[in-house]
């Protein structure tokens, strides 16, 4: 039993491997590239803490007589601190991995809350249809008619009118995540939505109901394996919607607090000193930030393809 396991296991490895998806994957030196960027950023965001040169989150390692360092290779720069160091003299390259830690963070669990709404709301609407699809859609056309941004920015205003200042700083990041979640539901929503509308006029659909099954069950275990494959097309995309709308509401100084400083936070702090000469401060996080977003989005289109049986 156990050498049948071990012999299956490498067939299907191998059968992926050869697959449609992996030999597109392949063939497409951009996507590899932008695949690697993105892992890198992944790594290195989540290994901030271990792999950062310095720890900007401990102010006894600071030094103000280190403040405004330019990068390494200019004169008055030390190697020390690669990309320089910001007004406080924490180092830049470190406070990029950090923020772009908070930022990750953020836009993940943002696409994540957005995916679970949205998914569920467009297999009730395309399933049950009637009154139920009716409200739902309304409802995502109203939004829709609304910039994404100006959702987020309503929640969030609505959130800290509501909660005590002194939580403020607390649940900044929780109220972050669901304004943007919120904003962005309706994409998932709707390609749910014309997706299940298709599945469930099917044959394995009909037969699931003719057994007895559960709509809840043939909603979950038939309908929504068949309509994943657009969702994870929204998903790369949105996610780096995502990470650019928490850099924009920290950007505004409506995202999280200076006391955890996104990408977002740092490029509005550096943009004070950009036109002092110390252009570093806010150039190397928007380099970082473009570059992290633009794998992504390079990613969701690779997908986008790959997933389209017309190109193959």
């Known amino acids: 039993m156990t050498a049948l396991t071990g012999t299956a296991r490498p067939g299907r490895l191998r059968r992926l491997w050869d697959g449609d998806i992996a030999w ?19 790594l290195g965001a989540l290994g901030a803490p271990w792999i950062a040169p310095h720890d900007t989150m401990d102010l006894r390692t600071l030094n103000l007589l280190d403040a405004s360092l330019p990068p390494a290779w200019q004169s008055g720069g030390e190697w020390t601190y690669l ?18 830690r908070i930022s990750i963070l953020v836009g993940f669990c943002s696409v994540l809350f957005a995916l679970i709404l949205g998914t569920g709301l467009g297999l009730l609407s395309g399933y049950l249809g009637g009154v139920a699809d009716a409200i739902i859609m309304r409802i995502a ?3 829709l008619s609304f910039p994404a941004i100006l959702i987020a920015l309503l929640l969030d205003g609505v959130a800290r009118a509501i909660l005590p200042r002194t939580l403020h700083e607390d649940l900044g990041i929780y109220v972050l995540v ?30 699931a109901r003719i057994i007895g099954r559960h709509p809840l069950a043939i909603m979950l275990q038939h309908i ?18 995502a990470i650019i709308t928490e850099a924009t509401l920290s950007f505004l100084g409506v995202g ?23 252009w570093w401060i806010t150039i190397f996080p928007g380099l970082a930030l473009v570059i992290m977003v633009l794998s992504f989005n390079l990613l969701g289109d690779w997908l986008r393809d790959a997933l389209n049986p017309k190109l193959r």
């Open 24 to 42: 597109s994957f392949r063939r497409s030196p951009v996507t590899v590239i932008a695949a690697v960027v993105a892992a890198l950023s992944v």
């Open 83 to 100: 990309l320089g160091t910001d007004t406080q003299g924490r180092d830049v390259l470190s406070t990029i991995l950090f923020g772009a």
């Open 141 to 143: 056309d109203i939004q």
């Open 178 to 207: 669901l304004s943007i979640g919120f904003s962005g539901w309706v994409q998932f929503a709707r390609t749910v939505r014309g997706s299940t509308m298709v599945e469930k006029n099917k044959e394995y659909v009909q037969a």
């Open 224 to 241: 929504l394996p068949n309509v994943m494959g657009p969702v994870l097309v929204i998903t790369t995309i949105y996610l780096a919607l």
């Open 256 to 278: 999280l607090p200076p006391t955890q400083p996104s990408l977002g936070t740092l490029i509005r702090v550096g943009n004070n000193y950009l036109f002092s000469g110390e």
